[in-house]
């Protein structure tokens, strides 16, 4: 086992069992807590490698827990539309000046549901239907909320969509540039859910200022490293920044916009009450306590060490032959092309899942096969790194993948299971945040 200080920590007074939260739902749901606990065991034996998902503390997870999901609060603070809002308009007003003041933006919006509808609001601010909307394509490493077809950002709204070069896997700002000013965009969203590089923020505000576009920026898988200094961030560039508050960031799962002065009205009421109703309070807490900790100089060593991790774990990776996607990372993320291993994404995920490595199926860039079924898979460090896991554990967890895909190939289900009993007993070494192990 690995030394790593970035590892999380349970928290809770001294004496309370880390488990205490299910005794009451043992009692009145067995089933249901029945679930919950063999998730927890599932969590803290397996290699959880997607990206966008993470460990709560246990500080977070209380919050989430608290009586303040019993309070309606619809409206902002000191503007609500029920009374007995003394206590929770301090809460949100604490998780609004906590954003603030961690991604150095002048208005922050706490309240969206989840990344999706927070992706929709700034539509709604900004936007009619039919007006033109370009982002990054979905299968070049973009969202579903950047204008893809399938989305309702893309059925109500006229998108174009930029993509990669296929001899880089990088993005051709000339490319942008001049489909830019060839569609004459309201809007430009960057970042994405599966770019394992650097988003240049300036140079898409460059863009967006020559065409006079609003520039939103979608950082919700890299928002812990922005917030920890492990990324740039597009708080000087753009127009509207967008993030969820789970992944990299370490909280609940919630999400928050934020924005420059002038756009705080038109934001604040395409989120409330444009979209939703009366805000998760409970959720509002628990972001105030994830924005906390990731202002401490502890987080900012677990974004850097997500990085190196990162590093690690794509150049033990392409050591056994794996071709990716950029031909490595900058961030968490790591995007593999497995063509060259003759499987497809999903039944090496499936394979990967059942030998204890959890990671998702995905799409590469000018991937020929379909969506559901596609060429490669997608990983990332955030969650390893939480655990307390190293740069040094890095080419073990390659080695594994690398044996669970020649399995699968084999159709070795054996090999699979005693690969993932080796990984069970390896996971365990190491914590899990939140929670006791079972």
């Known amino acids: 086992m690995s030394e790593n200080p970035t590892a999380g920590t349970r928290s809770g007074a001294a004496g309370t069992d880390p488990n205490s939260l299910l005794v009451d739902l043992a009692t009145a749901d067995p089933q249901i807590a029945e679930l919950v606990a063999a998730e927890v065991r599932r969590q803290a034996e397996k290699i959880r490698l997607i990206p966008s998902e993470n460990y709560v503390s246990r500080a977070v997870l209380e919050a989430t827990g608290t009586v303040l999901t019993n309070k309606y609060s619809e409206g902002y603070p000191g503007k ?13 007003q604490v998780a609004v000046d906590r954003a603030k003041a961690l991604f150095g933006v002048e208005h922050a919006n706490v309240q969206p549901y989840s990344g999706s509808p927070a992706n929709l609001a700034i539509y709604l601010a900004f936007l009619s239907p039919g007006d033109t909307v370009m982002g990054m394509a979905l299968p070049m490493g973009g969202h579903l909320t950047h204008g893809w077809n399938v989305s309702a950002t893309g059925k109500w709204f006229r998108a174009v969509q930029y993509g990669v070069r296929p001899e880089t896997g990088r993005v051709d700002f000339d490319e942008v540039r001049a489909l830019a000013l060839a569609e ?3 809007l430009i969203f960057c970042g994405g859910t599966a770019i394992p590089r650097t988003i240049d923020f300036a140079a898409y505000a460059s863009i967006a200022d020559e065409v006079g576009a609003i520039l939103a920026a979608d950082i919700a898988h890299i928002a812990g490293l922005v917030a920890g200094g492990a990324h740039p961030s597009p708080a000087p560039h753009a127009d509207v920044i ?5 992944k990299t960031l370490r909280g609940p799962r919630g999400a928050m916009l934020m924005s420059r002065a002038e756009h705080a009205k038109a934001l604040d009421r395409a989120v409330f009450p444009g979209l939703q109703g009366g805000p998760h309070n409970h959720t509002t807490a628990a972001i105030a306590v994830a924005l906390q900790e990731a202002s401490t100089a502890q987080f900012s060593d677990y974004a850097h060490q997500i990085v190196a991790n990162a590093a690690a774990l794509a150049a033990a990776l392409t050591e056994r032959g794996f071709d990716l996607v ?4 900058d961030n968490h993320l790591i ?19 059942r030998a204890g490595i959890e990671l ?10 379909k969506p559901f079924d596609p060429s490669g898979i997608r990983l990332g460090t955030p969650a390893v790194t939480t655990r307390g896991m190293g740069v040094v554990d890095m080419p073990r967890i390659a080695g594994w993948m690398d044996e669970a895909i020649e399995a699968a190939k084999k159709g070795d289900e054996d090999q699979l299971d005693a690969i993932a009993a080796e990984v069970r007993s390896f996971s365990l070494g190491f914590p899990m945040p939140g929670w006791s192990q079972l």
């Open 80 to 92: 609500r539309y029920y009374e007995g809002q003394q206590l929770i308009d301090q809460v949100e």
């Open 184 to 186: 004459r965009p309201k």
């Open 242 to 246: 967008s993030t969820t508050t789970h």
């Open 326 to 329: 950029s031909g490595g990372t």
């Open 335 to 353: 995007l593999v092309d497995l063509t060259n291993k003759d499987i497809a994404g999903k039944p090496a995920a499936q394979a990967l899942d």
């Open 360 to 369: 998702n199926y995905n799409t590469v860039p000018f991937d020929p096969r």
